[in-house]
């Protein structure tokens, strides 16, 4: 939460389980319990609307998408709030009126928060606080940038409706006696790292008969595949990209490559159309592109621009709408329709008896190694994580606290437990953290990454519960399982 007026410095406040490197660096930080950043998003809401402040109508559609907007969300009273969340009442009160007043003030969310089980509704609730503070589409606040569909439309493309969650598809894969997916293309994935054990992803891409990966590595999916075509790195290839925030116009960017290919290597976008072209049984309609350049020129020279231009200025943006009837449209991502019902708040799941693991275990993206991708190179792994100054490691981040009631020291080695699985990691105690939260940063634990990955550390992500977000699917880095844990010295 960013708040500011003009002359006047702005406040940054930070709201988190557990204290992460910007959190560090707030001017003000809010410990919450993990999952109900949306209940204080709308007990701020309550506040400014019983006070006086903003008005319910202020915000618009999104605010009507909110149970018991239009009466000033009762339900959500200081009181009850600060009972649910950790957060005690003066300081919502004090926040909810700075918000309000210290203007332009604008609320984001973003990683843990939106990997709970109610993460939509949180991000609904902080878009809807935005808007009662007249914080979008507003010089200070945030917008919504409108979204480029560079896909070329040609008669006959068939376009599915929506992406299958990768539970789902291993979950066929596994119940089926004949694979449903006889060929498997993967290109920058390694979902048998990145989800957890009990999909049993490795066991329904065995099954699969022919895998191929255009990995640049062998890890842990790539090395289960039958071909391995590696691909050009991001220097050596074309590369596009629709940036979804930060800009009042449409934005589609386009950039060459800046350098010849080192190895035999073949960019993945080339290798399919040339496979294309190839099939016994030709495609219809037929793919009329030579190569990926070709294609990414015939995208954007359906905009209101010149591929020259385009390529000069590293992409297109304009405020100019491009038409409707060609290939580059604008996606209509209002979110819900109008006549969509409205949303309550429901509490976070967490997969296990309290009684029995009594901690939340919060996997954090890494700032070295964000979700693991990048864990091979050496020179990241040398890297000193800002807090705990640890390298080539993984560690559990536990509360002094609960250390000095469990007797665990800095550097003891402790085994942390889910329902799914049992972990072992040096304790590093601070005070960054909740008592009843514990911590670890993902992307170490790889059993196939290089030689300077593999068998290093832990991978928190294997212990967790298979639990989704119930509207989108999205399977995130949340804290989806309690815990428990105990000194192993």
Same mark, same amino acid.
């Given at each position: 939460?960013?708040?500011?007026?003009?002359?006047?410095?702005?406040?940054?406040?930070?709201?988190?389980?557990?204290?992460?490197?910007?959190?560090?660096?707030?001017?003000?930080?809010?410990?919450?319990?993990?999952?109900?950043?949306?209940?204080?998003?709308?007990?701020?809401?309550?506040?400014?609307?019983?006070?006086?402040?903003?008005?319910?109508?202020?915000?618009?559609?999104?605010?009507?998408?909110?149970?018991?907007?239009?009466?000033?969300?009762?339900?959500?009273?200081?009181?009850?709030?600060?009972?649910?969340?950790?957060?005690?009442?003066?300081?919502?009160?004090?926040?909810?009126?700075?918000?309000?007043?210290?203007?332009?003030?604008?609320?984001?969310?973003?990683?843990?928060?939106?990997?709970?089980?109610?993460?939509?509704?949180?991000?609904?609730?902080?878009?809807?606080?935005?808007?009662?503070?007249?914080? @979008?589409?507003?010089?200070?606040?945030?917008?919504?940038?409108?979204?480029?569909?560079?896909?070329?439309?040609?008669?006959?493309?068939?376009?599915?409706?929506?992406?299958?969650?990768?539970?789902?598809?291993?979950?066929?894969?596994?119940?089926?006696?004949?694979?449903?997916?006889?060929?498997?293309?993967?290109?920058?994935?390694?979902?048998?790292?990145?989800?957890?054990?009990?999909?049993?992803?490795?066991? =329904?891409?065995?099954?699969?008969?022919?895998?191929?990966?255009?990995?640049?590595?062998?890890?842990?999916?790539?090395?289960?595949?039958?071909?391995?075509?590696?691909?050009?790195?991001?220097?050596?290839?074309?590369?596009?990209?629709?940036?979804?925030?930060?800009?009042?116009?449409?934005?589609?960017?386009?950039?060459?490559?800046?350098?010849?290919?080192?190895?035999?290597?073949?960019?993945?976008?080339?290798?399919?159309?040339?496979?294309?072209?190839?099939?016994?049984?030709?495609?219809?309609?037929?793919?009329?592109?030579?190569?990926?350049?070709?294609?990414?020129?015939?995208?954007?020279?359906?905009?209101?621009?010149?591929?020259?231009?385009?390529?000069?200025?590293?992409?297109?943006?304009?405020?100019?709408?491009?038409?409707?009837?060609?290939?580059?449209?604008?996606?209509?991502?209002?979110?819900?329709?109008?006549?969509?019902?409205?949303?309550?708040?429901?509490?976070?799941?967490?997969?296990?008896?309290?009684?029995?693991?009594?901690?939340?275990?919060?996997?954090?993206?890494?700032?070295?190694?964000?979700?693991?991708?990048?864990?091979?190179?050496?020179?990241?792994?040398?890297?000193?994580?800002?807090?705990?100054?640890?390298?080539?490691?993984?560690? @559990?981040?536990?509360?002094?606290?609960?250390?000095?009631?469990?007797?665990?020291?800095?550097?003891?080695?402790?085994?942390?437990?889910?329902?799914?699985?049992?972990?072992?990691?040096?304790?590093?105690?601070?005070?960054?953290?909740?008592?009843?939260?514990?911590?670890?940063?993902?992307?170490?634990?790889?059993?196939?990454?290089?030689?300077?990955?593999?068998?290093?550390?832990?991978?928190?992500?294997?212990?967790? =519960?298979?639990?989704?977000?119930?509207?989108?699917?999205?399977?995130?880095?949340?804290?989806? =399982?309690? =815990?428990?844990?105990?000194?192993?010295?």
């Amino acid at each position: 939460m960013r708040q500011a007026r003009p002359g006047v410095r702005g406040k940054f406040v930070q709201v988190e389980s557990r204290m992460s490197q910007t959190g560090a660096n707030a001017d003000e930080w809010v410990a919450i319990k993990p999952g109900f950043d949306g209940m204080l998003a709308l007990g701020l809401a309550h506040v400014m609307m019983k006070a006086g402040l903003r008005r319910p109508e202020a915000a618009g559609r999104a605010g009507s998408l909110i149970e018991g907007w239009s009466n000033g969300l009762a339900g959500y009273a200081p009181e009850e709030v600060a009972k649910q969340t950790g957060v005690p009442v003066a300081r919502i009160e004090r926040l909810a009126r700075e918000f309000a007043e210290q203007t332009p003030s604008v609320a984001l969310i973003g990683g843990s928060p939106l990997a709970q089980t109610n993460g939509l509704f949180s991000a609904l609730a902080v878009n809807a606080l935005n808007a009662l503070a007249g914080s @979008v589409n507003s010089p200070g606040g945030m917008f919504f940038t409108p979204q480029l569909n560079l896909t070329p439309v040609r008669a006959g493309t068939r376009r599915d409706e929506q992406p299958r969650p990768f539970e789902k598809i291993a979950a066929d894969i596994l119940s089926a006696d004949r694979s449903p997916i006889q060929m498997l293309l993967l290109d920058g994935a390694n979902p048998v790292f990145a989800t957890p054990r009990a999909w049993k992803v490795r066991e =329904a891409l065995m099954k699969v008969p022919f895998i191929v990966s255009f990995g640049n590595f062998l890890d842990e999916t790539s090395v289960l595949a039958d071909w391995i075509l590696p691909d050009h790195s991001f220097l050596e290839s074309w590369v596009e990209g629709m940036p979804e925030a930060g800009s009042r116009s449409a934005v589609g960017s386009v950039a060459p490559p800046v350098m010849r290919p080192l190895h035999e290597t073949r960019a993945m976008p080339d290798v399919l159309l040339e496979a294309g072209r190839r099939l016994k049984r030709p495609l219809n309609p037929a793919l009329p592109w030579q190569n990926f350049q070709e294609m990414l020129r015939s995208a954007f020279e359906a905009l209101p621009a010149v591929w020259d231009t385009v390529q000069k200025q590293g992409g297109w943006w304009s405020d100019v709408t491009p038409s409707a009837q060609s290939a580059g449209t604008l996606d209509e991502r209002s979110g819900r329709p109008q006549t969509a019902p409205t949303v309550r708040f429901a509490a976070p799941q967490f997969d296990g008896d309290a009684s029995k693991y009594p901690f939340h275990f919060l996997p954090y993206a890494s700032p070295a190694f964000y979700d693991g991708s990048v864990a091979h190179l050496p020179w990241l792994q040398e890297l000193p994580d800002p807090l705990s100054s640890a390298m080539w490691s993984s560690w @559990v981040e536990i509360n002094p606290q609960t250390a000095g009631r469990l007797q665990i020291h800095q550097g003891d080695l402790v085994e942390v437990t889910s329902r799914q699985g049992t972990l072992q990691v040096p304790a590093f105690v601070s005070p960054g953290i909740a008592p009843d939260v514990v911590a670890m940063p993902v992307g170490q634990g790889h059993e196939t990454y290089t030689r300077y990955a593999s068998g290093r550390g832990e991978n928190p992500i294997r212990i967790l =519960a298979p639990m989704v977000e119930p509207e989108t699917g999205s399977f995130g880095m949340g804290s989806h =399982a309690r =815990a428990d844990f105990k000194n192993r010295e």
